[in-house]
């Protein structure tokens, strides 16, 4: 069993960053795949950035291409989202997520276990 939670949401203003982080309980994190969503209000789950159990490889939502990172340390069970050039349509539920996988095209039914999320506001 995995668990996850994340940290870091807040209020940012337009242009500016954030990073949100998420620390795993479990003790096979170096093995999964770890991957970011996001949820605004009234829209689907989103797919934002994955990173492979090595750090070695990462794919990213188009949307954030360029202005978001994600990296792991396995050392602290942690995996980071730097956040930068913040749009007020980035605002939304970050949520992190376990995959035992590689997905070509990251989907939510891609990922095995889930954080409860962190929520990051962007204002205009």
């Known amino acids: 069993q995995v668990q996850l939670v994340e940290s870091g949401g807040g209020l940012v203003q337009a242009g500016g960053s954030l990073r949100v982080s998420c620390t795993s309980s479990?003790?096979?994190?170096?093995?999964?795949?770890m991957g970011w969503f996001r949820q605004a209000p009234g829209k689907e789950r989103e797919f934002v950035a994955a990173i492979s159990w090595s750090g070695s490889r990462t794919d990213y939502g188009d949307s954030v291409k360029g202005r978001f990172t994600v990296s792991r340390d396995d050392a602290k069970n942690t995996v980071y989202l730097q956040m930068n050039s913040l749009k007020p349509e980035d605002t939304a539920v970050y949520y992190c997520?376990?995959?035992?996988?590689?997905?070509?095209?990251?989907?939510?039914?891609?990922?095995?276990?889930w954080g409860k999320g962190t929520l990051v506001t962007v204002s205009s």
């Open positions: 997520a376990a995959a035992r996988y590689w997905s070509a095209s990251w989907s939510i039914y891609d990922m095995d276990y």
């Open positions: 479990g003790r096979t994190f170096s093995t999964y795949a």
